[in-house]
């Protein structure tokens, strides 16, 4: 955390800190081409809620906000695959199931944080 971060007291946005705020979501929402305003808008309470935290680094935030999108895209694949055990049902290559395996264990981990 740099030193004029460590003086902001937690959860207290002032104009600057407003600003500040507003350009790491316009920066991420650019990188990722989020055009729609509820996507936007998550990604906007998710940079409000680090910084509640005390979160005020702008690499840091970036870093949690990709976390994040990586975390989100695990989750999508691991619904679309099927939950049977039965692997001659399954057309799925045995590194499809490791990967769901992964996705299922890394959701977990981040359940725990």
Do not use: W
Not at 15 to 41: G, Y
Request: net charge positive.
């Amino acid at each position: 955390m740099n030193r004029a971060a460590g003086m902001i007291k937690k959860g207290a946005a002032d104009s600057t800190h407003v600003t500040f705020l507003t350009n790491v979501v316009i920066d991420f929402c650019t990188k990722h081409q989020i055009v729609r305003i509820d996507h936007r808008e998550q990604v906007a309470g998710r940079v409000r809620s680090l910084f509640d935290r005390g979160v005020t680094d702008p690499d840091q935030i970036s870093i949690a906000l990709e976390k994040d999108r990586a975390m989100s895209r695990l989750r999508r694949l691991a619904y679309r695959l099927p939950h049977s055990d039965d692997r001659q049902d399954s057309q799925l290559s045995r590194q499809e199931h490791s990967t769901a395996a992964q996705v299922q264990s890394a959701g977990a981990a981040h359940r725990d944080e």
